[in-house]
């Protein structure tokens, strides 16, 4: 078998190894490709398994690939490949759900902090001598925000949101959920589940836990944004898709929202900006939370296990 990964830098940029994949055959690995028809068939000419991280596979590359049988998504969402064409094609493809929670929930809190406490700021406004020149024993110059007694909205309710749910419990926090599918929350008592508008009027913080469906695309626009308290906070670590950026650019900028923490963008990497670039109170990291080492290590163990039982004849975690 002929395995070919079209983006490996991403999940392995040197700290991790390939070494055990050999044991399935020849194992070609790539850093990057690029999007250009002719180079992605000399890659994939004659491969039967392809593994890719964010290189899309539309219909129209597939359709060029007749020996592909088989396509791993090193990631959990997998809306880069089109799981119909696939399907039509007998090309079964694989995500590796659950890798990433703890590390998406730890930045989840990272992004919530920093706006609620503003540590980078002060310890910026510190080592500038501003400390050493108060008249005071200490000095703020943004508020600080106790989230005890606050109530966090979660829009999407699975393994990291759920997880999410279970920190924001341990800070004090009252829960509003939102979820296609309503699971048993029966153990929380500082629960409800509620709508999306519901949702948005009620809660000091909206946490985005969601994958990216026709659905939930651009679900958080202006009418949405509109809905959220004057003093709430947005996360997204899900898919920027799910937030339409120039409106939020424009709620945080009138001040109709407290802030902004933001993982993921629409367009990834933004070559071209983003209206958000300079907004007021916006944090956006360059979609990190799921990079951990001990992440990547799970994503890599899980990947590889969707590959042994494909080739074993029982596939496992398929999407389509």
Known sequence: MKIVILDGHTLNPGDLSWEEWQQYGEVVVYPRTPIDATVIHERCLGAQALITNKFPLTAETLETLPSVKYIGVTATGYNIVDVAAAKKLGIVVTNVPSYGTA??????????????????????????????????????????????????????????????????????????????????????????????????ERSDVVSIHCPLFPETRNLIDKEALNRMRRTAFLLNTSRGPIVVERDLAEVLNEGRIAGAGLDVLSTEPPVGGSPLFGARNCIITPHISWATQEARGRLMSGALANLAAFIAGDPMNKVN
Request: net charge negative; with cysteine.
């Open 103 to 200: 590390s998406v929930v730890q930045m989840t809190f990272a992004l919530l902090l920093e706006l609620t406490l503003n540590v980078r700021r002060h310890s910026d406004a510190v080592m500038e001598g501003r400390w050493s020149q108060s008249p005071d024993f200490c000095f703020w110059d943004y508020p600080l925000v106790e989230l005890a007694g606050k109530t966090m909205g979660i829009i999407g309710m699975g393994h990291i949101g759920s997880r999410v749910a279970d920190v924001a419990t341990a800070f004090g926090m009252e829960i509003i959920g939102n979820s296609r599918t309503h699971t048993d929350q029966s153990s929380r008592h500082n629960f409800t589940w509620a709508p999306v508008p519901e949702l948005l």
